[in-house]
């Protein structure tokens, strides 16, 4: 299997589609989304704490977006036709998934976005920030990928009221060393979250 940057052309139906009626459900605050570049390899990384995080990205930006997701839901086929359609990435979260990573770089390599969770699951805890696992440095660093950081706080409630996102400037690893880039991209994250908690109605 291979991957390459293109979009699929259920991701671009869906958002077409689907995109208006999530704005207009949810009414999610986009801040930053001018910091997601147009162009060249990117991973767009940030907290999880619902299952329709990946969702507001995909309404804050035109550029097709490969999200990395649970294998659990490639082998449900009620759901699988979707995820595989919209090119999501599979990830068996069990082991160190290679495979997965070998696609995730095919993507990055021809200029592609990839979007992911370094807390590589979601948040069900009373933790403000999980700790992050080094999948997106490490890539970042294999590519030269810029990471574009996010913070999601708020509630998914119909004509939610706090509902928020904020992306942070784009960096790369460069001289770093992963756990220098992973604490800052964790850095960059906590902030974003902190600053939608501090400016929220």
């Known amino acids: 299997m291979t991957m390459n940057r293109k979009v699929p052309a259920l991701y671009k139906v869906g958002r077409f589609l689907l995109g208006p009626i999530f704005r207009f459900y949810y ?15 990117i991973l767009i990384v940030g907290n999880h704490k619902h299952l329709y995080d990946q969702c507001i990205t995909i309404v804050a930006t035109k550029r097709g977006i490969h999200y990395m997701a649970k294998k659990e839901y490639f082998d449900n086929k ?15 979260r069990s082991r160190k998934d290679e495979e997965a ?13 990839v979007g992911l969770f370094p807390e590589g699951t979601r948040n069900k805890t009373d933790a403000f920030l999980l ?27 119909f004509r939610s009221k ?7 400037v784009p960096f ?13 991209l964790y850095q960059e994250v ?12």
Not at 190 to 201: C, G, I, W, Y
């Open 27 to 41: 009414c999610p605050k986009i801040i930053g989304k001018e910091n997601i570049p147009k162009e060249g390899p």
């Open 78 to 92: 009620k759901v699988a036709w979707f995820f595989k359609g919209t090119g999501c990435i599979s990830v068996d």
């Open 101 to 113: 990573t070998h696609l995730a770089l095919e993507v990055l390599k021809d200029k592609g976005a």
């Open 131 to 157: 700790p992050f696992k080094f999948g997106a440095v490490s890539m970042a660093s294999k590519t030269d990928a810029l990471l574009v950081p996010f913070g999601i706080t708020g509630d998914y409630r």
């Open 162 to 168: 706090n509902l928020t996102i904020r992306y942070g």
């Open 172 to 184: 790369k690893v460069g001289d770093m060393s992963l756990e220098e880039a992973n604490q800052k």
């Open 190 to 201: 906590e902030s974003l979250m902190r600053q939608n908690l501090k400016e929220r109605p």
